[in-house]
């Protein structure tokens, strides 16, 4: 019953350190009254002109919120079972969860283990790699095409276990 901006700065970017440059931007038409308030509803990812907009650092630290299964230091700012239903396939898109790309079966990056799972965005050219079994999050900026990123999660795994 708060905007969006509101919460996520109290509830996640506050506690994260996050930068004050981040911005989250909801669609244009979208306007809602919630208790005599004004305010805009949630949007999916940054496009069309609405979205959650943060840079590279910020990126970083939440995808170790998510390596981290929610927890900040000695805080839980998002319960551990929201990250075990987020990287659970559905049964409709089995590598897909909730708002994480799963590589279930190794097919979205043969280079990476299943057990890795990915945030993409700007039309899939922005991505937060989460990798438990090799304890990384990298964040992968403007890389155009799968295969790209694959070679590039390739290099990086080669790196760590060398």
């Known amino acids: 019953r708060r905007p969006l901006p509101e919460v996520l700065d109290q509830r996640i970017m506050g506690p994260i350190g996050a930068s004050p440059e981040w911005r989250w931007h909801g669609y244009e038409t979208s306007w809602v009254e919630i208790d005599g308030e004004e305010m805009q509803s949630v949007s999916g990812g940054g496009h069309w002109g609405g ?75 922005n991505i937060i790699y989460v990798d438990r079994e090799h304890d990384i999050v990298t964040v992968m900026r403007w890389v155009d095409g799968a295969e790209h990123v694959n070679e590039f999660i390739r290099l990086v795994l080669e790196a760590v276990e060398e």
């Open 51 to 125: 979205g959650f907009f943060i840079d590279t650092r910020d990126h970083a630290r939440f995808g170790l919120l998510a390596l981290r299964d929610g927890m900040w230091g000695d805080e839980q700012l998002v319960s551990s079972e929201w990250f075990d239903l987020a990287t659970t396939p559905t049964g409709i898109q089995p590598n897909y969860g909730y708002m994480w790309w799963l590589n279930t079966g190794q097919e979205q990056l043969p280079a990476a283990p299943e057990s890795a799972f990915y945030a993409n965005g700007a039309g899939s050219t």
